[in-house]
T-cell receptor
Framework: ETGVTQSPTHLIKTRGQQVTLRCSSQ?????VSWYQQALGQGPQFIFQ???????GRGNFPPRFSGLQFPNYSSELNVNALELDDSALYLC????????????FGPGTRLTVL | SQELEQSPQSLIVQEGKNLTINCTSS?????LYWYKQKYGEGLIFLMM?????EEKSHEKITAKLDEKKQQSSLHITASQPSHAGIYLC??????????FGEGTQLTVNP
């Protein structure tokens, strides 16, 4: 148990739709990151939030957006879904400052038809 | 940008055998994470290495970071079917973001 939870577990959407994925991190973990993992590949960094502000972004278009809330929960929103968005979406949280491990949630499997 | 190369891509061993997975970086590693992943599931944290020459062990798994901090290895002693899964190395870059290798698929046959 990492203390990081994600919902929903699985999701099926059609092309063009919008989706919101949720993550709840451990108390005290004020940094949350989101990753996309396509089948057979390593996770790719989407973006990171620290104290409710975006604090770094990977090579993903603006239709990928996020929010972080004061209670350590966060959201990943994807607009105008494309077939290639089908992947496992992972969130990871850590305590900023010092050498702390990053803990991952179980992921949300998104399928875009 | 930093790139990580893992080898081998896949590994099939007989239960009880030892094995090693390697992770090589194109740049100096300042934080190297090892994770295990069951197919389609989240990542399970194994170990984090930061100092050149550092070595950490947990149960039958040992991870090392070389002195030059550009290569790490994960060694499993006396493998068991429970060790099967995908092993991922991740390098910590700016702002705590992780860059991952492609992963090594480990199969342990009873």
């Amino acid at each position: 148990e990492t203390g990081v939870t994600q919902s929903p577990t699985h999701l099926i959407k059609t092309r063009g739709q919008q989706v919101t994925l949720r993550c709840s991190s451990q108390s005290g973990h004020n940094t949350v990151s989101w990753y996309q993992q396509a089948l057979g590949q390593g996770p790719q960094f989407i973006f990171q939030y620290y104290r409710e502000e975006e604090n770094g972004r990977g090579n993903f278009p603006p239709r990928f957006s996020g929010l972080q809330f004061p209670n350590y929960s966060s959201e990943l929103n994807v607009n105008a879904l494309e077939l290639d968005d089908s992947a496992l979406y992972l969130c990871a949280s850590k305590r900023t400052g010092g050498d702390f491990e990053q803990f991952f949630g179980p992921g949300t499997r998104l399928t875009v038809l | 940008s930093q790139e990580l190369e893992q080898s081998p891509q896949s590994l099939i061993v007989q239960e009880g055998k030892n094995l090693t997975i390697n992770c090589t970086s194109s740049k100096t590693l300042y934080g190297l994470y090892w994770y295990k992943q069951k197919y389609g599931e989240g990542l399970i944290f194994l170990m984090m290495l930061q100092k050149g020459g550092e070595e950490k062990s947990h149960e039958k798994i040992t991870a090392k970071l070389d002195e030059k901090k550009q290569q790490s290895s994960l060694h499993i002693t006396a493998s068991q079917p429970s060790h099967a899964g995908i092993y991922l190395c991740g390098a910590e870059t700016s702002g705590s973001r992780l860059t991952f290798g492609e992963g090594t698929q480990l199969t342990v046959n009873p």
